[in-house]
C-alpha cells in the first residue's frame, strides 16, 4: 500500500521540481539573450564610431602631410591650381564650391519653400496625397541619371537659350542641383510646418487674418527652425554632389568668372584626378586635402542643424 | 526553424561538396601556380580581363585579379609591391610629361592601341596637320573658318591631366605640344565615354579618343595630315598617332607573371583574341 502512494507523490514531486527548474532554465536563457544583445548593439554602435573616426583619421593624415611641402597659404589663398608645374592653389575650387551652393539655394529654397506651403497648408487632401509619394520618389532617383540629364537635355537647353557654345558652368550645375535638392527642401520644410500646432492658427484667424497673412505671419515663423534644417540638409547634399556636377560643369581647374565659365568644384576636382595622381606627391596630398576640407564643411552644417534642432526642443 | 537549418547544413554540404570537386579537378591538370595582380589603364583592361580568362583555363591553378584605373596607378601599384603587373598606356620606364621614370621597371609591349581626333558630326573640316592642332590645343586658333571649316568657335574637349590618353596623344598627335585651359569654349573629361558623349552632343566640338570607341553617328575622326584614322593605316606606317601599351613589371617578369605576359605576347593571342577587341598585334609594328 504504502509503495504506490509514495511512487505518487514523487511523481508529483518530480513534476513541480522540473516545472521550477524549467522556468529557471528559460529565466538564464532570457538573461543571457539579453546580455548577448545588450552587448552586439553596443558593439553596432561601436564599430561605426570606429569607421567615423578611421575616415577622419586616414583622410586627415594624408591630407596634413601637404602642409609639410606647400604652406597653407599657398593652398588656402592661390587660385592657380596647375599640377604638372607644382602649383596647387585651391581657392578657386573653394570659392567655386561657395558660390555654387548659394547659386543652387537661391533657385531651390523659394521654389521648395512655396512648395512645401502648398502642400501643408493650402492643397486639398487628395492633391498631398498625390505630391508627397511623388517628391519621396524624387529624392531617390541616383545623381548620374540628373547628370545625364543635365547633359543630354539642359546643356543643349542652355546652349540654344545664351548662345554659348558649350553651356558648361556653374548655372547648368546649379540648376541639375537645384532640382536634386527640391524634393529633399520640400519635404522636411513640409513636415515642419505641418507641426505647428492647429491653436495658432485659429488664433490668428480668431484675430482677423487672411490666410496670407497666417502662412506668412504665424507658420512660417513658428516653423522657421525645421525650414532652416530642411535648408541646411539640402547644402549638404549640395555640396557634396559629385557625379551629376562632374557631367555639367566643363572640370576645368579656374575661378569662375561667370556663369558659363567652364569650371571645377571641390568634388568634381578630386573624382577628376584621383585615378591619375601618383601616391606619395603634394598632387595626392592636396586632393585628401580638398577630400578633408569638404568632411569639415559638411561636419559644421550638422552641427547647426543638432543645434537649431536642440533649441526647438528645448522651446517646445 | 528546423526545417530551415535541416535546409541550410544540406546546402552548405552541397556547396562544399561541389568545390572541392572543382578543386579536385584543378589539382590534376598541371604543375604552374600562383596569384598575379594586374592594376593600372582601364584602356588596356579589357585586354587583360580576356586574356586571364584564356590563361586560367590553361593552368587552373593560377588567379589572376585585375582591376583597372588610371595609367599611372599601374606602375605605382608595381613599385609598392601591391601587383605583379602595372598596366600602362606609356612606357613608365621613362620619363613623360607630368610623370617621372619609374626606376628598375622593366615595360613589356603587349599591344597597339591607335588613337583618333573626333568632331562632332555638324562639323564641316575632315583633315588636320600637326601645326592647326597644335593651333587649336594651345589656344591660338579659335574658329572653324581658320582651318577650312564654317564660321563657328572651336569647342576644344580634352581629358584631364595625367590621362593615358592625353599623353600619348600630346606627344604624337601635338608633337609635344601644349594643351591650354581657357575661360571659354574648353571642358576637361574623366573618361574615354565621357570624351565621346561630350563630343558627340556639343556642336562645333574637337577630341581625342582610342579608335576603338569611334562607332555611332555623332562623331567622326578626321584625317591626320591627310591619312585616316584607320588599324591599316597604322600598320603600313602612314598613320602616326599610335601608343604601344605596356605591362610593368619590378625588373624581369619571373613564375607565373612571365608565363602570363608570355602568354598575351604569344602569336595565338595576340592574332586572335587581342585583334578581335580591336587592338593591333604588336608584331604588326615590328
Known amino acids: 500500500m504504502g509503495a504506490p502512494v509514495h511512487n505518487l507523490a514523487t511523481t508529483i514531486m518530480d513534476s513541480t521540481s522540473k516545472k521550477e527548474i524549467s522556468a529557471q532554465r528559460r529565466h538564464k536563457r532570457h538573461r543571457v539573450s539579453n546580455v548577448f544583445f545588450k552587448y552586439y548593439f553596443l558593439f553596432s554602435i561601436l564599430a561605426l564610431c570606429f569607421v567615423l573616426g578611421l575616415v577622419f583619421i586616414f583622410i586627415g593624415k594624408t591630407a596634413l602631410l601637404l602642409f609639410g611641402q606647400i604652406s597653407p597659404a599657398d593652398f588656402f589663398l592661390s587660385f592657380n591650381w596647375t599640377p604638372e608645374e607644382d602649383a596647387f592653389g585651391a581657392a578657386a575650387f573653394i570659392v567655386n564650391t561657395l558660390s555654387l551652393t548659394a547659386l543652387t ?29 511623388i517628391l519621396d520618389l524624387l529624392v531617390g532617383i541616383p545623381s548620374i541619371v540628373y547628370g545625364y540629364l543635365g547633359l543630354t537635355v539642359l546643356l543643349p537647353f542652355l546652349r540654344r537659350v545664351s548662345g554659348e557654345s558649350l553651356g558648361d558652368g556653374l548655372l547648368a550645375a546649379a540648376l541639375v542641383l537645384a532640382l536634386m535638392v527640391l524634393p529633399t527642401i520640400t519635404r522636411i520644410s513640409d513636415d515642419a510646418i505641418v507641426a505647428v500646432p492647429r491653436k495658432y492658427r485659429d488664433a490668428a484667424y480668431a484675430l482677423g487674418s487672411t490666410r496670407l497673412q497666417v502662412i506668412t505671419r504665424v507658420v512660417l515663423p513658428a516653423a522657421s527652425r525645421g525650414v532652416i534644417s530642411a535648408v541646411i540638409l539640402g547644402m549638404t547634399r549640395a555640396v557634396g554632389e559629385t557625379m551629376a556636377v562632374v557631367m555639367v560643369i566643363g572640370n576645368t581647374p579656374q575661378l569662375a568668372k561667370s556663369l558659363f565659365t567652364p569650371t571645377s568644384v571641390l568634388t568634381s576636382n578630386i573624382v577628376m584626378q584621383i585615378s591619375n595622381v601618383e ?21 559644421v552644417l550638422i552641427l547647426i542643424i543638432r543645434i537649431l534642432g536642440r533649441k526647438r526642443r528645448d522651446q517646445a | 526553424m528546423k526545417v530551415f537549418k535541416k535546409f541550410t547544413v544540406t546546402a552548405l554540404t552541397a556547396v562544399i561538396a561541389v568545390t572541392a570537386s572543382f578543386a579536385g579537378v584543378a589539382a590534376a591538370a598541371d604543375s604552374l601556380k600562383g596569384k598575379i595582380t594586374v592594376n593600372g589603364s582601364t584602356a588596356l583592361l579589357p585586354l587583360t580581363l580576356q586574356a586571364a580568362k584564356e590563361f586560367q583555363k590553361l593552368h587552373p591553378k593560377v588567379k589572376i585579379a585585375a582591376s583597372g584605373k588610371g595609367s599611372v596607378t599601374g606602375p605605382q601599384a608595381v613599385k609598392k609591391g601591391i601587383a605583379d603587373i602595372g598596366a600602362c598606356d606609356w ?6 610629361p607630368g610623370f617621372k621614370a619609374f626606376e628598375g621597371q622593366v615595360a613589356n609591349k603587349v599591344a597597339v592601341i591607335p588613337f583618333a581626333t573626333i568632331v562632332n558630326k555638324n562639323v564641316g573640316v575632315d583633315n588636320l596637320t600637326t601645326e592647326q592642332l597644335k593651333g587649336i590645343y594651345s589656344g591660338k586658333i579659335t574658329n572653324w573658318k581658320e582651318v577650312g571649316g564654317s564660321d563657328a568657335d572651336i569647342v576644344v574637349i580634352t581629358r584631364s591631366f595625367g590621362s593615358g590618353t592625353r599623353v600619348n596623344y600630346q606627344a604624337k598627335a601635338l608633337a609635344g605640344g601644349d594643351i591650354v585651359k581657357k575661360e571659354k569654349n574648353y571642358k576637361e573629361t574623366g573618361s574615354s565615354g565621357d570624351m565621346k558623349t561630350a563630343v558627340g552632343t556639343t556642336p562645333n566640338a574637337i577630341g581625342y579618343i582610342d579608335l576603338v570607341y569611334v562607332t555611332g553617328g555623332d562623331i567622326k575622326a578626321v584625317k591626320y595630315n591627310g591619312v585616316a584614322a584607320s588599324t591599316d593605316n597604322v600598320i603600313n606606317g602612314s598613320y602616326k598617332i599610335w601608343a604601344y601599351g605596356y605591362y610593368m613589371t619590378k625588373g624581369q617578369p619571373t613564375g607565373a607573371t612571365k608565363e602570363f605576359i608570355n602568354y598575351v605576347q604569344s602569336k595565338k593571342f595576340q592574332q586572335g583574341s587581342l585583334k578581335k577587341l580591336k587592338f593591333i598585334p604588336i608584331s604588326a609594328m615590328q
Open chain 1, 105 to 133: 539655394l537661391l533657385i531651390a529654397v523659394p521654389i521648395s519653400v512655396g512648395m512645401a506651403v502648398l502642400n501643408a497648408e493650402i492643397a486639398p487632401k487628395w492633391m498631398t496625397s498625390f505630391i508627397r509619394p
Open chain 1, 279 to 299: 601616391y606619395e606627391s603634394t598632387w595626392n596630398y592636396a586632393l585628401h586635402m580638398m577630400a578633408f576640407l569638404l568632411l569639415l564643411i559638411s561636419f
Open chain 2, 91 to 96: 612606357d613608365a620606364s621613362m620619363d613623360v
